[in-house]
């Protein structure tokens, strides 16, 4: 009975700390549009799309498990049922 109220409190609290942050970003990006100039504001415009192209193809590079460094790590079942992630492994014989 006490471990399902405190996953009930953590629940609650971490959906609180998700608005709270939601609210202040949104609210300080309605205030601070008003010092942007107009020609950054277009700029800015027509440059997000091609941003959110980005960083889409960046979540499907990383998806793919290519095990590109820095990009898309290589991720391995071992036959103990677990995942073994390797990413950026620097290799010391020169």
């Known amino acids: 009975m006490n471990h399902i109220i405190e996953t009930q409190w953590m629940g609650k609290m971490q ?21 942007i100039h107009t020609k950054w504001k ?31 790590p290589q991720v391995t079942h071992t036959h103990s049922g677990e995942m073994k992630m390797e990413c950026c492994v620097k290799n010391n014989s020169q």
């Open 15 to 35: 959906f609180n700390a998700l608005i709270s942050g939601h609210t202040v970003t949104m609210d300080r990006i309605e205030r601070g549009g008003g010092f």
């Open 42 to 72: 277009f700029k800015l415009g027509k440059a997000s799309p091609w941003l959110a192209s980005f960083v889409a193809v960046l979540l499907i590079l990383r998806g793919l498990n290519l095990g590109i460094p820095y990009i898309s």
